[in-house]
T-cell receptor, first 115, second 113 residues
Framework: GAGVSQSPRYKVAKRGQDVALRCDPISGHVSLFWYQQALGQGPEFLTYFQNEAQLDKSGLPSDRFFAERPEGSVSTLKIQRTQQEDSAVYLC?????????????FGPGTRLTVT | AQSVAQPEDQVNVAEGNPLTVKCTYSVSGNPYLFWYVQYPNRGLQFLLKYITGDNLVKGSYGFEAEFNKSQTSFHLKKPSALVSDSALYFCAVKGDSNYQLIWGAGTKLIIKP
């Protein structure tokens, strides 16, 4: 069956550009997570959606980061005025249950490079 | 604040030998602990979790983990390593928020034939 998909897989942006990263979760999954993974590090939590509600956005590093999931399925992570420190792999995960205590299914990630 | 540590950047094991990947944690309250694996060019995959109950948790691909409350550890184990087990392994703990996992930095496991 279809897993979590993310697009684009790779994105190169010039400093100051805006980018939009897309996540297609597994159909019917209520929970959706965004993570940022720097090279050689573990994922860091960015934000959590339960259906269309964004219940936790405490991990977003600045007000340049914005995420939405308007219909409770596809989600978009937007980064405005990208900076070099935004270079990382952005991971999306979904789960059929509420919260993080159940198996999360991860997408392949979007590698963002800001030049 | 909740935290998790993986003290080894890399673990090398010969095929057929037992393997252990270490994880220690710091939490207030009861810990919710997880192991995930990241194979090259593939997304993170869930291996197992400890919420409550038996201290020995069995998971996917023959892996198991032992929860030790007194040592605040949750080490990942497998009795006989396979070359295909070579991957990056992450330990995680549920954070203070109801919605967050806090992740370790990962341990690269290399199984040599």
């Amino acid at each position: 069956g279809a897993g979590v998909s993310q697009s684009p897989r790779y994105k190169v942006a010039k400093r100051g550009q805006d980018v939009a990263l897309r996540c297609d979760p597994i159909s019917g999954h209520v929970s959706l997570f965004w993570y940022q993974q720097a090279l050689g590090q573990g994922p860091e939590f960015l934000t959590y959606f339960q259906n269309e509600a964004q219940l936790d956005k405490s991990g977003l590093p600045s007000d340049r980061f914005f995420a939405e999931r308007p219909e409770g399925s596809v989600s978009t992570l937007k980064i405005q005025r990208t900076q070099q420190e935004d270079s990382a792999v952005y991971l999306c995960a979904s789960s059929s249950y509420q919260g993080p205590s159940y198996e999360q299914y991860f997408g392949p990630g979007t590698r963002l490079t800001v030049t | 604040a909740q935290s998790v540590a993986q003290p080894e950047d890399q673990v090398n094991v010969a095929e057929g030998n037992p393997l252990t990947v270490k994880c220690t944690y710091s939490v207030s309250g009861n810990p919710y602990l997880f192991w995930y694996v990241q194979y090259p060019n593939r997304g993170l995959q869930f291996l197992l979790k400890y919420i409550t109950g038996d201290n020995l948790v069995k998971g996917s691909y023959g892996f198991e983990a032992e929860f030790n409350k007194s040592q605040t550890s949750f080490h990942l184990k497998k009795p006989s390593a396979l070359v295909s087990d070579s991957a990056l392994y992450f330990c995680a703990v549920k954070g203070d928020s109801n919605y967050q996992l806090i992740w370790g930095a990962g341990t690269k496991l290399i199984i040599k034939p």
